[in-house]
């Protein structure tokens, strides 16, 4: 009973809130549009009043009221002369370069990719087959002891499936099996992988 009635105290409270709020927010909307109507009325009595209107330097058409006349008088803009922003001979120039720059980075970052590759993918086949010899020892291996074999760098995961690809490509057959934390070499392939 008291929590029901902590809760209608509380959404009571919040909605006067919000109505106060919204009733703050209307009475000042209704002085900013009294306010508004104020600077219209003024703006109309100044505009009666007759003056002319100074001639636009921007190209466009200007309004003048003429003296002695009830109507306005629209004058067509002057032309103006526009310089060309670019120099073609100079952009042409900078393209040149832009073209000579990309072409010697390519070159230079296609060396780069191809020797980082190659070393890569050296290094990684000889570990992968230095690590073949090793499990070649005997048939039954723990995650934990290839880990020790392999090092703190080597996936183990990642090794086992590089070792089952390069077996598929060498005899159609994959030479380590994982079941659970033992690992399964097929001794047999020995003489026709190293």
């Not at 010697?104 to 191809?114: H, K, S, T, V, W």
Request: net charge negative; hydrophobic share 35%; charged share 35%.
């Amino acid at each position: 009973m008291i929590l029901a009635l902590i809760i209608v105290f509380v959404i009571g409270g919040t909605f006067f809130f919000l109505w106060q709020d919204e009733h703050e927010k209307r009475i000042e909307a209704e002085k900013q549009i009294k306010d508004l109507k104020r600077q219209l009325k003024r703006g109309q009595k100044q505009g009666q009043k007759q003056r002319k209107a100074t001639k636009d330097s921007s190209g466009f058409a200007t309004i003048e009221k003429s003296e002695g006349t009830h109507g306005y008088e629209i004058k067509k803009p002057q032309p103006q002369v526009s310089k060309p922003l670019l120099d073609q001979e100079k952009l042409a120039e900078l393209q040149m370069q832009t073209r000579a720059s990309q072409d010697m980075l390519a070159e230079i970052f296609d060396q780069e990719e191809e020797t980082s590759t190659e070393a890569i993918t050296r290094s990684d086949d000889e570990r992968m087959l230095d690590m073949l010899r090793r499990l070649f020892d005997k048939e039954v291996w723990t995650r934990a002891e290839i880990a020790e074999l392999a090092g703190p760098e080597v996936m183990i995961g990642s090794l086992l499936e590089q070792i089952n690809d390069y077996s598929c490509s060498k005899i159609d057959d994959i030479v380590v099996e994982e079941d659970d934390d033992k690992i399964y070499v097929a001794i047999e392939y020995k003489e026709h992988l190293i």
